[in-house]
T-cell receptor
Framework: EAQVTQNPRYLITVTGKKLTVTCSQN?????MSWYRQDPGLGLRQIYY???????DKGDVPEGYKVSRKEKRNFPLILESPSPNQTSLYFC????????????FGSGTRLTVV | DAKTTQPNSMESNEEEPVHLPCNHS???????IHWYRQLPSQGPEYVIH???SNVNNRMASLAIAEDRKSSTLILHRATLRDAAVYYC?????????????????FGTGTRLQVTL
């Protein structure tokens, strides 16, 4: 089944403890992206990647890192999480081009205390 | 960036058609109109997209006004499983292959409630 897989689905952590949220897609998509969703603010892009070794900042990149060493994986790294990074995170992937829709993962609900 | 305007919420009875409107009066000639939906506790899901002509797929139909300043997502027979937030998004293919325009800019969408 074609899908974007995120892990974990739920995570509670403490301030300052480094964590990684994994994202993997099995559709050979070039484009991958991370979004966060917050009440009243909607979905906002954190980082994106046009292909392997090509990443760039989205609208809200502060406090996050990403890497794209393989086409299928796009992990989101929080080096020193803070409570304001408590949010619902979604990974998405797509072929490039206007005729392709995005496939989103099921989300990771992160709580930083 | 061209923006979209959608009603905050709509209600429908099950098994009836639903017409979800979207206004995009500042749309450019090259913007594609995309629709996504987000079911409760799930990630957004691609529904349909189009440029000028009406489009149909297994999920829905997209009717685009002749002047392209508005569009309507049509669910032919709403079911309880169609209860979701529906987002209308514009994408410019001139920049599709650059990261900035590949971004989907989500607005607040329309929350669709479906009742028995």
């Amino acid at each position: 089944e074609a899908q974007v897989t995120q892990n974990p689905r739920y995570l509670i952590t403490v301030t300052g403890k480094k964590l990684t949220v994994t994202c993997s897609q099995n559709m050979n998509h070039e484009y991958m992206s991370w979004y966060r969703q917050d009440p009243g603010l909607g979905l906002r892009q954190i980082y994106y990647s046009m292909n392997v070794e090509a990443t760039d900042k989205g609208d809200v990149p502060e406090g996050y890192k990403v890497s794209r060493k393989e086409k299928r994986n796009f992990p989101l790294i929080l080096e020193s999480p803070s409570p304001n990074q408590t949010s619902l995170y979604f990974c998405a992937s797509s072929f490039t081009g206007e005729h392709y829709g995005y496939t989103f993962g099921s989300g990771t609900r992160l709580t930083v205390v | 960036d061209a923006k979209t305007t959608q009603p905050n919420s709509m209600e429908s009875n099950e098994e009836e058609p639903v017409h979800l409107p979207c206004n995009h009066s500042t749309i450019s000639g090259t913007d594609y109109i995309h629709w996504y939906r987000q079911l409760p506790s799930q990630g957004p899901e691609y529904v349909i997209h189009g440029l000028t002509s009406n489009v149909n797929n297994r999920m829905a139909s997209l009717a685009i006004a002749e002047d392209r300043k508005s569009s309507t997502l049509i669910l032919h027979r709403a079911t309880l499983r169609d209860a979701a937030v529906y987002y209308c998004i514009l994408r410019d293919p001139q920049h599709i292959n650059t990261g900035t325009a590949s971004k989907l800019t989500f607005g607040t969408g329309t929350r669709l409630q479906v009742t028995l």
